[in-house]
């Protein structure tokens, strides 16, 4: 049985659980999703639906490769058009954001794919921002330690030039004498 696909109701313990339409599910996963979606606690508590089914739901539809089964052959998209409907949908929810990705031909799974794939890059940007950091730190580190080093080399040479100096002094008063 497909995830869209209504089921009758079951009993456990004597509840029955309530099934819902394609559209009312379709509906609350478009909520789920976009810039403004909410959460699936609070979504939960708008609509009485328990936070359990809207996660599985939500979670279900990013892993289908279609939402609607059969609606269309699989389409392969230019990364500047993934852009494009990327920044389309940022302001989009709800209806609107379903309307949209129909008008387009893109499924939620697609968009939530290309979103995840793009807060992926923002990760490994991240990481490699980190490490470029703990390398400079470390560098400088390394500088402070090598100008130190240089300071103490200089501080010996001069002392070592001047008991050197002494010594020649007291040896040319010794052969005077």
Same mark, same amino acid.
């Given at each position: 049985m497909g995830f869209f696909e209504?089921?009758?109701?079951?009993?456990?313990? +004597?509840?029955v659980r309530k099934t819902y339409s394609v559209a009312f599910k379709q509906?609350?996963?478009?909520?789920?999703? +976009?810039k403004h979606a909410v959460s699936a606690t609070r979504l939960s508590q708008e609509t +009485?639906?328990?936070?359990?089914?809207?996660?599985?739901?939500?979670?279900?539809?990013?892993?289908?490769?279609e939402m609607a089964a059969g609606k269309r052959a699989r389409h392969v998209w230019t990364w500047t058009r993934k852009v494009e409907i990327l920044a389309a949908t940022a302001e989009l929810e709800g209806e609107a954001l379903s309307a949209y990705?129909?008008?387009?031909?893109?499924?939620?799974a697609e968009l939530?794919?290309?979103?995840?794939?793009?807060? +992926?890059?923002?990760?490994?940007s991240l990481a490699a921002t980190k490490r470029i950091k703990k390398l400079e730190r470390e560098l400088a580190r390394k500088e402070k330690a090598l100008a130190e080093a240089a300071a103490l080399l200089i501080l010996?040479?001069?002392?070592?030039?001047?008991y050197s100096a002494e010594e020649d002094e007291n040896t040319d008063e010794e052969n005077e004498k």
């Amino acid at each position: 049985m497909g995830f869209f696909e209504t089921k009758p109701g079951r009993e456990r313990d +004597g509840v029955v659980r309530k099934t819902y339409s394609v559209a009312f599910k379709q509906k609350m996963v478009a909520k789920l999703i +976009g810039k403004h979606a909410v959460s699936a606690t609070r979504l939960s508590q708008e609509t +009485g639906v328990s936070q359990y089914a809207l996660s599985q739901w939500k979670r279900q539809a990013s892993t289908l490769p279609e939402m609607a089964a059969g609606k269309r052959a699989r389409h392969v998209w230019t990364w500047t058009r993934k852009v494009e409907i990327l920044a389309a949908t940022a302001e989009l929810e709800g209806e609107a954001l379903s309307a949209y990705l129909e008008r387009e031909d893109v499924t939620l799974a697609e968009l939530e794919e290309w979103r995840a794939a793009l807060q +992926g890059d923002r990760g490994a940007s991240l990481a490699a921002t980190k490490r470029i950091k703990k390398l400079e730190r470390e560098l400088a580190r390394k500088e402070k330690a090598l100008a130190e080093a240089a300071a103490l080399l200089i501080l010996k040479k001069k002392l070592e030039d001047y008991y050197s100096a002494e010594e020649d002094e007291n040896t040319d008063e010794e052969n005077e004498k």
